[in-house]
């Protein structure tokens, strides 16, 4: 849970101060070691803390990043998959994908265990990332791992759980049935003649003949109502004379929601498994050296139905109910000329393939005071190497299926056959690998005077990431950062860093980000009532600019590629392959960000309850783009340049209340997040009507025709130009008023109110029992929801048709139809953009919940046992939202969400 502490100490010794927001973090000259943990001041700055514990413990799923959803302002989730192994959500912060960074190395590690992290902490501002140089402008998402106890002992814990998973809701095709009925009136509104008998129709809807007149729920077929989760942990710290250490074993296991085939005797479902390795020693060598080692390894198989992997989901999508049975009946595949590829084929008679995944790292960091030389001075040095690799091991195969055919004089069965059935091959790749040194010295000075503090850190960082055959990016930063405290009350903080990255033209690769902040705790003025209701306040303010580099590889350089055509030469004739140019060179820079931060910190009432709120502006410079005043008569695709110019504002708000009556404590906590972005350049032509333009809009804004209620009359308008209408096809307005609707009638469709997102948790103890709740939420959020699951008959007119299609238009339902009139294949009219396919994704969901019994007593004790912990969670338990036919998070259109029950005990010693 996210815990705020405001503790006033004593004036001779610093303020500590730990909430969702701000972070204040000095010691004092003789202590500075702690400092150089993390090498940042953090007195200014807005910075989100969610300390390590229940947080995490109590999120079931195989992607740490899923317990971050809705505990941090700031700071929003939103996941597109549940398969197991790949369900790790998109993570934004401020609008951005955060620079990932696990114990003050930038690198991304998914396969982190709950039971490994101290703390995850958000950096938003200038200030807090401005070391982070030209990798900073998105924002940090800063993973603390456990170092181990300081006390002398040590401790051991144990646990086990296991659950269940389910899926939240998918798209619901039609019964065969109404398909069939469905397409016959698409087909007479395009003029066309049914297809569908009335024979078959009642053929389909009664399943008297399953094999003629299938009608096959694909979901009941392919998948099973739960799958199983279960995880197992190790973990033991502790410290011994100089020593202390956390050490940390993990076991994962998520078996996936596809039906097997008994007689396989090789897996097919998407099952995931994981084990995870860690372990931190720190130790003090001398009295006043200190050396850390972390040791880090991962190995994660990942399994999927051969070759075709989870097209399956896209096939579902894509294949009536009515498109041919299972099974024949002499028990072979069914499929036809149209549908050849049989799904539950697809899924268990297709081999398997199986990707793992092998990575781990070391670091070795030596740090020591320097007070013999200088009192207060510190130096630091650590290296860090990383590697990853990704092997692909294919056993896929091919199958046949076969299409049941009834010869109408003789009444005899025969069979079409489709495809062809090979063995399994036995093929095995390193498809990806990986590698990253990172190293960095550092050296720091803290002074105090009459209660005035000075802390100054310089350091300097070289990062390699090298991938496959590419050459390597080097990253190289080195900064200053000094902090100045009067007397606990103002407080004047300032970085600037030099980073550069060698991928860039050599007078572009460098650049310098500075950034400057103050604050001032009126708390510890002497007009300030130390005894009233409000205990704590402080007032910051930070602004700076930090860098954002784009992965460009070598893009100054010209570059050529194989056409893949041949040129042929010579009477044989030879074959020749020709080369032509990849593209235009383009030498760019970093893209800027400059950011201006404001905030309130305030603890009340004996710092039970405390308030939060930060208001921002982030301003995006020299963004990449593709030119938009350009000529397509160039033959040639145009390169990024640095051309963009965007904004990026908002207000964060955080609140909560800690208090304890009788036997029963309690809290509550919350946050919520409004955020606007605006495009202030893109370098657009200048546009024939202002609607057109793209200026002044969200980043994220849709764009596409307004809608404006349906066709009454065939011929009636405006609709599309060069399209005939007909009675119930989608209208549009004509913004221009020519009498057409064209590219002069796109404008913005998608709102411009802030995007919200929010989260609350709340929870109570009584003696040994402990409940907790997470829910999670988002609003001001639209989407464009076209194309597959959602548009009628596609795919060249074979496609599937979904629930919502049986509120289509007709002249009986034209006062409360939903969908335009049917259409076989692609409709130029109805099937656009525009704002009749907007829909509202706004949710709130119980994120995550738990209920646990802690045991202890004399036995326990008597058997060594310190505390036995009993617990039942689970993650997204319920989903409120105005979208009821798909998950409004995932949108259903790939592996589905999950639903995550589970149960389990901790065993301490």
């Known amino acids: 849970m996210i815990s705020y502490l405001y503790h006033t100490i004593r004036r001779q010794k610093r303020l500590l101060l730990l909430h969702t927001g701000i972070v204040i973090f000095t010691v004092a000259s003789g202590n500075a070691q702690e400092k150089t943990d993390s090498l940042q001041l953090r007195q200014v700055s807005a910075i989100g803390v969610l300390e390590g514990g229940k947080a995490f413990t ?352 003789t009444g005899q069965a025969s069979y079409q056959r489709y495809g062809t059935q090979t063995s399994q091959v036995n093929n095995s790749a390193v498809i990806n690998r990986n590698q990253q040194f990172f190293a960095e010295g550092a050296t720091g000075y803290s002074h105090e005077v009459d209660g005035n503090k000075l802390d100054v850190v310089m350091a ?183 051309l963009g110019k965007s904004r990026m504002s908002g207000l964060e708000f955080t609140a909560g209340w800690k208090d304890k009556i009788g036997d029963v404590g309690y809290h509550i906590s919350g946050n919520v997040s409004m955020n606007r972005s605006k495009i202030i350049e893109n370098d657009e032509p200048k546009m024939p009507y202002s609607w057109m333009s793209k200026k002044g809009q969200p980043m994220e804004q849709l764009y596409g025709y307004m809608a404006d209620g349906y066709v009454q009359t065939a011929g009636e308008g405006p609709v599309v130009e060069g399209y005939k209408s007909q009675a119930g096809d989608i209208k549009y307005k004509d913004l221009n008023n020519d009498g057409v609707i064209n590219q002069y009638d796109v404008t913005a469709i998608g709102g411009n109110k802030p995007l919200v997102y929010y989260g609350f948790n709340l929870g109570f103890d009584y003696k040994n029992f402990e409940v907790s709740v997470l829910f999670q939420g988002i609003t001001n959020r639209n989407i464009m929801v076209t194309g597959l699951g959602e548009w009628a008959f596609q795919n060249n007119g074979t496609g599937n048709g979904f629930e919502q299609h049986l509120n289509r238009w007709t002249p009986e339902t034209a006062s409360t139809a939903s969908y335009p009139r049917l259409s076989v294949g692609p409709n130029i009219n109805n099937n656009v953009g525009s704002s009749y396919w907007i829909q509202k994704a706004n949710f709130l969901r119980l994120k995550n919940a738990e209920i646990a019994y802690k045991l202890q007593g004399s036995f326990l004790e008597k058997i060594k046992v310190k505390q036995v912990r009993l617990f039942v969670n689970g993650a997204n338990l319920l989903t409120f939202s105005k979208i009821k036919r798909f998950d409004p998070e995932g949108l259903s259109l790939d592996y589905p969400l999950q639903r995550m029950i589970n149960g389990g005990l901790t065993v301490k010693f």
């Open 58 to 409: 109590s999120n079931p799923t195989s992607s740490i990043y899923n317990a971050l959803s809705g505990r941090l302002a700031g700071l929003y989730t939103l996941q597109g998959t549940g398969q197991p192994g790949l369900d790790a959500p998109n993570v934004i912060l401020r609008g951005r994908v955060p620079l990932i960074v696990v114990d003050g190395i930038p690198r991304d590690l998914t396969g982190i265990n709950p039971e490994q992290i101290a703390s995850v902490t958000v950096l938003k501002d200038a200030l807090s990332t401005a070391m982070y140089g030209n990798r900073g402008a998105n924002g940090v998402l800063l993973i603390t791992t456990k170092k181990g106890k300081k006390a002398a002992g040590y401790s051991f814990e144990a646990s086990a759980q296991t659950g269940l998973s389910s899926s939240l809701k998918e798209r619901k095709a039609l019964s065969a049935g109404d398909y069939a009925t469905l397409y016959n009136e698409a087909l007479r509104n395009d003029g066309r003649q049914p297809i569908y008998t009335p024979e078959a129709i009642a053929g389909y809807k009664s399943g008297s003949d399953p094999f003629l007149f299938p009608n096959v729920n694909w979901n009941d077929q392919i998948f099973k109502n739960n799958a199983p989760f279960s995880r197992y942990n190790l973990n033991s710290e502790g410290s011994d004379k100089n020593v202390n250490y956390f050490i940390s074993l993990d076991y994962l296991k998520q078996e996936g929601l596809l039906k097997p085939l008994a007689q396989n005797t090789y897996n097919t479902n998407t099952d995931y498994e994981r084990f995870v390795f860690r372990t931190n020693l720190e130790m003090q060598l001398t009295p006043r050296l200190k050396g850390s080692i972390n040791l880090y390894s991962s190995i994660g198989d990942q399994n999927s139905p051969g070759s075709t992997g989870l097209l399956i989901y896209n096939s579902i999508l894509n294949t009536p109910s009515s498109a041919y049975p299972v099974l024949n009946p002499d028990g072979s595949l069914g499929g036809n000329a149209l549908f050849s590829n049989n799904i539950y084929g697809q899924s268990v008679y297709r081999g398997y393939q199986r990707n793992s995944t092998s990575d781990g790292f070391g670091d070795l960091a030596l740090t020591r005071q320097m007070d013999d030389v200088w009192k207060g001075w510190w130096i630091k040095a650590n290296i860090s190497f990383y590697a990853k690799s990704l092997q692909l091991i294919d056993r896929s195969k091919n199958f046949q299926t076969f299409q049941l055919q009834i010869d109408p004089v």
């Open 460 to 642: 300097y960082n070289l990062q390699s990431y090298r991938s496959n055959s590419q050459l390597p990016q080097n990253f190289n930063t080195g900064r200053v950062s000094a902090n100045y405290s009067i007397k606990d009350k103002y407080v004047l903080e300032a970085t600037g860093s030099y980073s550069g990255n060698n991928w860039y033209k050599k007078g572009k690769q460098y650049d310098f980000y500075p950034a400057g902040g103050l604050s001032w705790n009126l708390n510890n003025e002497d007009f300030f009532n130390q005894d009233g209701f409000l205990n704590t306040l402080k007032l910051r303010t930070t602004y700076g600019k930090v860098g954002m580099i784009d992965p460009l590889y070598y893009a100054y350089l010209y570059s050529y590629v194989n056409t893949g055509n041949a040129y042929y030469f010579g009477t044989g004739p030879s074959a020749v392959q020709g080369t032509q140019e990849a593209g235009l060179p383009s030498s760019v820079a970093a893209s800027k960000s400059t950011k201006f931060d404001a905030g309130l910190d305030m603890g009340f009432a004996n710092n039970r309850g405390y308030v939060q709120a930060d208001y921002f502006i982030n301003t995006y410079t020299d963004v990449l783009q593709i030119r938009g005043q350009a000529s397509s008569l160039l033959g040639i695709a145009y390169p990024l340049e640095n």
